[in-house]
Nanobody, 123 residues
Framework: QVQLVESGGGLVQAGGSLRVSCAAS????????MAWFRQAPGKERRFVAA????????YYADSVKGRFTISRDNAKNTVYLQMNSLKPEDTAVYYC????????????????WGQGTQVTVSS
């Protein structure tokens, strides 16, 4: 099982930017996808963005398209989520996930999860 560790969450004002990182404990191969999900208090965990580790294809939720960018650094086994033009509704715990899945928007298809990092956007 791959260990995932998130970092970089915090408090930011609306309109600001923040970058969160997810470091994997080992290199990944094959059809391994890394993704970000988020969960606000009292709400279900929702897909944010995903990236295919080998090909680099990216996928985004409609709510973050044009504002968030997911990227990877293969040498560091790290995935990043750059969040710009943040809104109060982006406030949530952000979780990094990894797995060999073709259903990248479905959280239950991921085997590996980080502990989560809090992102709070003030109005």
């Amino acid at each position: 099982q791959v260990q995932l560790v998130e970092s970089g969450g915090g408090l930011v004002q609306a309109g600001g930017s923040l970058r969160v990182s997810c470091a994997a404990s080992e290199g990944t191969f094959g059809n391994y996808v890394m993704a970000w999900f988020r969960q606000a208090p009292g709400k279900e965990r929702r897909f944010v963005a995903a990236i295919n580790w080998i090909g680099g294809s990216t996928y985004y939720a409609d709510s973050v398209k044009g504002r968030f960018t997911i990227s990877r650094d293969n040498a560091k086994n790290t995935v990043y989520l750059q969040m710009n033009s943040l809104k109060p509704e982006d406030t949530a715990v952000y979780y990094c996930a990894g797995g060999r899945t073709s259903f990248y928007k479905i959280s239950t298809t991921y085997n590996d999860w980080g502990q989560g990092t809090q992102v709070t956007v003030s109005s």
